[in-house]
């Protein structure tokens, strides 16, 4: 008897893993089955975006900024805040539209860059430039000549190129307090600067104009050797082909500099400068402005009425599998920041992730004039009013 109680505890409990095991199998393959039709069918995608997971908001849900943006000479967006310069007054507005600080300051054409905690302006044309942290003033001073191009890293260490000069142009590199660290003089107008995030690179883009055919040379400078001399302070540099057009540099994992031209991406480093991939006459739009990789928008097919883009993400390590993400529509601009991206479509916007994945979909009812996004915010630019939402 006893012995029958024992066998058949066995045998029952033997039953009730099998029942586990078949919950959960049946489980698993349930969630594999619709992974792949999210990822493979946008309807069913679409539908699981909107209803299930609520990722879609639409212009009357949105936070909203009651102004008249023509008046304002700025709207940016950085880390968890919306930046609006107007009548000499620039007010920073957090994601429920809330403003939450103001700085009073004097600007004629202001430019912008910004990393992290930091946001530094300055004074197109002029000489001002100022360095902010968390919406509130480090430092601000005017400088000789005048104001081209700027640009900050994540630790608050700030370049700026000026013109106006006895040289075609300086680049100024200044620390975290304000302390100038050196300048650089270059023969050349400059076409863009970067600083890498551990502040031991500067990166600067410049255009030589003098002859028939405009060529684009891209320096990369120890910041260490340039405190002690700024013309023997270069460690790789490269040269490209005439008419070839440089749309943007940028820093990524430290010590990488990804450069845009119109027909590939370089990658600069101190050891190397390589082409690492080679962009198609089919591509709309590319982008650089990321934590690691670069994305493009490429036009699939076309017809009389209908054309179909396909936004690819790609890894700055060429073995790394491109992701695609399918757009429907006509696109209008595409903007990235750091592991966000942003595809302006006309009436709506949608926000990628860096995984090729929908994180959220606008919908307006108008046209939206212009996107600005941080890795925290995105904010829908219209005449009268700036909508704004969480990523």
């Known amino acids: 008897m006893k012995k029958y109680s024992l066998d058949k505890f066995k045998e029952n409990r033997k039953n009730k893993e099998m029942k586990k095991l078949t919950i959960i199998t049946t489980i698993a393959i349930s969630v594999l089955i619709l992974l792949a039709l999210y990822m493979a069918n946008s309807s069913f995608r679409s539908f699981i975006d909107t209803y299930i997971l609520r990722k879609e908001i639409s212009e009357e849900n949105a936070n909203s900024i009651i102004i008249d943006t023509e008046k304002a000479s700025l709207i940016y967006a950085y880390d968890k805040n919306l930046v609006v310069y107007s009548d000499g007054n620039l007010n920073f507005y957090d994601v429920t539209a ?43 001073k005017d400088v000789d000549g005048k104001v081209s191009k700027i640009s900050v890293n994540r630790e608050g260490y700030v370049a700026v190129s000026v ?15 304000g302390d100038l660290q050196f300048s650089k003089y270059i023969s050349q107008y400059v076409l863009g600067i970067d600083i890498s995030e551990d502040h031991k690179y500067l990166a600067i883009a410049e255009m030589d104009n003098t002859k028939i055919s405009p060529t684009t040379k891209i320096e990369l400078v120890s910041m260490e050797l340039a405190t002690s001399n700024s013309e023997k302070a270069t460690v790789n540099s490269y040269q490209a082909s005439t008419n ?32 690492i991939y080679e962009l198609s006459e089919n591509t709309a739009y590319t982008d650089i402005n990321m934590l690691s990789g670069f994305i493009h928008v490429d036009k699939e097919t076309s017809s009389v009425f209908k054309s179909d883009y396909r936004l690819k993400i790609n890894s700055n390590d060429e073995k790394a599998k491109e992701k695609v993400y399918i757009i429907e529509g006509n696109i209008k601009d595409i903007k990235s920041k750091d592991e ?17 994945w929908l994180d959220k979909k606008y919908k307006s009812s108008q046209e939206i004039k212009d996107v600005v996004l941080s890795n925290e915010i995105g904010a829908m630019i219209y005449k009268n009013k700036i909508d704004i939402i969480e990523l």
């Open 98 to 140: 809330k403003q939450v600080a103001n700085i009073e300051i004097t600007l004629s054409r202001p430019i912008t860059d910004s990393e992290k905690k930091y946001l530094v302006l300055g004074d197109y044309g002029s000489q001002k430039i100022c360095l902010l942290k968390d919406n509130e003033l480090v430092w601000q």
């Open 163 to 177: 013109t106006g000069t006895t040289y075609e142009s300086i680049v100024m590199v200044y620390n975290p307090k």
């Open 340 to 356: 966000k991206i942003a595809l302006h479509l006309g009436t709506k916007v949608e926000f990628v992730g860096k995984n090729g």
């Open 244 to 275: 070839e057009y440089l749309s943007g540099i940028k820093f990524q994992n430290k010590k990488n500099l990804i450069c845009c031209f119109d027909s590939y991406i370089l990658k600069l480093n101190e050891k190397e400068n390589k082409k």
